[in-house]
C-alpha cells in the first residue's frame, strides 16, 4: 500500500487501466468458451492491454523523476541538501514500476489463458 501511495496519480491511472485489462480478459474467456476464433483476438487484444499498466508504471516513475529535478533545479533548496532530497525523491518515484507490473500481472494471466484455450478449442473445432 506505501508504495501504491508513493508512486501517486500514476498508480490510479495503472489501476484503471489494469481494470479494463481485466475485464476484456475476462470477456475473452467467455469468447473462448462460446466462439474460439473470435476468442483468439479478443484475447490477443486482453493481452495488449494487460501491458498498459506495466508501460504507466514506468511512464510515471520517469515523470516524477523529472518533477524531482526541476524542484531542485529551481534554486531553493539549499546545496547541501539537493542529493539526500534526489535520492529520496527517486526512490519514490521508483515504486511506480513494481505497482504497473503487479497491476499488470492478472490480467495477463487470465487473457494468457483465454488465449490457449481459445486456439486448443479452435484447433479441435470441425471444420464449418
Known amino acids: 500500500m506505501e ?55 514506468f511512464l510515471g516513475m520517469l515523470w516524477q523523476r523529472q518533477q524531482v529535478d526541476s524542484i531542485l533545479a529551481a534554486g531553493v533548496i539549499e546545496p547541501q541538501s539537493i542529493e539526500r532530497i534526489r535520492a529520496i525523491g527517486y526512490e519514490e518515484a521508483a515504486q511506480c514500476v513494481p505497482v504497473g507490473g503487479v497491476i499488470s500481472v492478472v490480467p495477463m494471466f487470465f487473457a494468457g489463458i483465454a488465449l490457449v484455450v481459445s486456439l486448443v478449442r479452435k484447433k479441435n473445432e470441425p471444420a464449418a
Open 3 to 57: 508504495s501504491f501511495r508513493n508512486c501517486g496519480w500514476p498508480a490510479f491511472a495503472a489501476l484503471g487501466m489494469g481494470t479494463l485489462a481485466m475485464i476484456m480478459a475476462v470477456a475473452a474467456i467467455a469468447m473462448a468458451l462460446m466462439k474460439p476464433r473470435m476468442g483468439v483476438i479478443v484475447a490477443i487484444v486482453a493481452l495488449a492491454m494487460s501491458v498498459g499498466p506495466g508501460g504507466v508504471g
